[in-house]
């Protein structure tokens, strides 16, 4: 999609002066206002994300459209998954920022808008829920940060108990049910914020165990962790939103499937729990992605697909370090290659790397994201907390 640059003249879109020729018109009447307010919507509801964007500045009246629950709930529905990418190391000394990926009616799946620097995303990434963000300092376990790239709102979390000191492991989500966004860490306890509430509980300790990543992953109302236990055997912890419980989700049968720690990472395959790991039989280090079609069932386990390593052997692959991130309708897989996002063609067997104007993406840590207008202010509401706006941030 080409991308164009807008300015605002009272009530109407002008191009930028290299354009501006193509739609500039005798009057200044504004026919699009006098559109019924159903017409409207279906033409807002069509424009991608990067467009939107910039309709929020035209005019009063379709900003207040744009930032409507009810607009908010439609576009979140016919939204396609995504990923958003952070980087804040490029090479020759470019800024880095946000990249919003998402997959195309017609070509590869590409960059669709970047977003400008937040201060309060040099923090790193956590994961994506409904079009927010949870970002965090790994290294002072506080501040943690939601906010909505589409909006610009942010809220910063009061801070908890857990100490910078110690491991923790962070995750935020939707729980469907009680229509609560929850943000949970622990070292060896656990501590949950439910925005809206103002503060942090304590509820529980946790076994001990390795963690093979910091970060969950949401599925189903749930996080989850690939984890290792003192006596060497693996499993995958599950957190429930709603009831606030651990559980353990079994990994695929030892007879097809071959554990290994070092070698496995959780993802997001569809609406479905993955896992990326290399074959028990596979050769050239090649990868296969395991699929949990039902939720909690060891048996519905899948073997989706097998990624064959690259030939020759490139740069940034890494078979033990690769994870999932999402697959996406047009039939291409977005892949962590050690900080590097790679994108996967499955009917081709190709990879591709992602490269905004020539500039390798480096440094990435990237998350299942679909852009959305859902409003932080409506979420924290009774919070206490001040939920804030940047107004630079595209």
């Not at 306890?189 to 503060?199: A, D, M």
Request: charged share 20%.
């Amino acid at each position: 999609m080409e991308s164009k640059n807008y300015s605002i003249k009272a009530d109407k879109v002008v191009l930028d002066e290299e354009n501006k020729e193509s739609i500039t018109t005798t009057t200044d009447r504004c026919y699009f206002s006098e559109l019924p307010w159903h017409v409207t919507l279906e033409i807002l509801l069509k424009l991608p994300i990067e467009a939107l964007i910039r309709c929020r500045y035209v005019c009063k009246s379709w900003r207040d459209l744009l930032l409507d629950p009810s607009f908010a709930k439609l576009h979140h529905g016919i939204t396609p998954t995504g990923v958003v990418l952070q980087s804040s190391l490029f090479p020759h000394g470019n800024s880095g920022g946000l990249y919003l990926l998402e997959p195309q009616e017609q070509g590869p799946t590409s960059i669709i808008a970047k977003l400008n620097h937040f201060t309060y995303l040099e923090s790193t990434l956590v994961n994506s829920c409904n079009g927010l963000i949870c970002s965090c300092d790994i290294r002072m376990a506080n501040p943690i940060y939601i906010s909505n790239p589409i909006t610009g709102d942010y809220l910063t979390l009061p801070n908890g108990e857990t100490k910078p000191d110690g491991q923790f492991v962070s995750g935020f989500g939707f729980s469907p049910k009680t229509k609560q966004y929850k943000v949970v860490k622990y070292s060896d306890f656990v501590e949950i914020y439910t925005l809206g509430s103002g503060g942090w509980r304590r509820i529980e300790h946790v076994p001990p165990a390795r963690h093979r990543s910091l970060f969950g992953t949401f599925v189903d109302g749930a996080l989850h962790w690939l984890v290792k236990l003192p006596n060497g055997s693996l499993l995958i912890r599950s957190f429930d939103l709603e009831n606030e419980q651990f559980r353990a989700i079994p990994l695929p049968s030892s007879r097809v499937y071959y554990a290994s720690f070092k070698r496995s990472n959780l993802g997001i395959f569809g609406d479905c729990l993955s896992l990326s790991s290399i074959g028990m039989y596979a050769s050239d280090w090649d990868i296969e992605i395991w699929v949990m079609k039902e939720y909690g069932v060891k048996e519905s386990w899948t073997k989706q697909l097998v990624i064959k390593s690259p030939s020759p052997w490139e740069h940034w692959w890494n078979p033990e370090s690769v994870q999932v991130i999402c697959f996406l309708k047009n039939g291409e897989v977005i892949l962590d290659c050690v900080g590097c996002p790679v994108i996967y063609n499955i009917a081709q067997e190709s990879f591709r790397l992602l490269n905004p104007n020539g500039i390798l993406l480096t440094h990435v840590k990237a998350t299942a994201h679909a852009s959305s207008f859902v409003s932080l202010k409506d979420i924290a509401m009774g919070d206490g907390s001040r939920v804030l706006i940047n107004l630079d941030h595209v």
